[in-house]
């Protein structure tokens, strides 16, 4: 069974750094594109970064976030340093269908259940 448990969210100061991770477990991280979202109340989920044959940031992000993985740990991070108030929200880890990094949610898979992140003084 495909399972994807985000974790690493919390309380950071504007300009501070936060690492999530993403352990994943039913499958090979190393055959897939693994991707990070978010997700705001009444917003549309929203691409953050990927990693797959290629990898692929926001232009929100650009600069501030860093994907990678570890694939002997089955567990994929995103280093997300200058953080800003409007990174707060819920942060989601997902699985693509292949191993082309994307940026539409729809090429998405398996979904964790998401990591909240507040940046606030």
């Known amino acids: 069974q495909v399972q994807l448990v985000e974790s690493g969210g919390g309380l950071a100061q504007p300009g501070g750094s936060l690492r999530l991770s993403c352990v994943a477990s039913?499958?090979?991280?190393?055959?897939?594109?693994m991707g990070w979202f978010r997700q705001a109340p009444g917003q549309e989920r929203a691409f953050v970064a990927a990693d797959g044959i290629t990898t692929v940031y926001a232009d929100s992000v650009k600069g501030r976030f860093t994907i990678s993985r570890d694939n002997a740990q089955n567990t994929m991070y995103l280093q997300m340093n200058s953080l800003k108030s409007e990174d707060t929200t819920i942060f989601y880890c997902?699985?693509?269908?292949?191993?082309?990094?994307?940026?539409?949610?729809?090429?998405?898979?398996?979904w964790g259940r998401g990591t909240q992140v507040t940046v606030s003084s």
């Open positions: 997902a699985r693509a269908w292949g191993a082309v990094a994307e940026s539409s949610p729809l090429k998405y898979r398996a």
């Open positions: 039913g499958f090979r991280l190393m055959d897939y594109a």
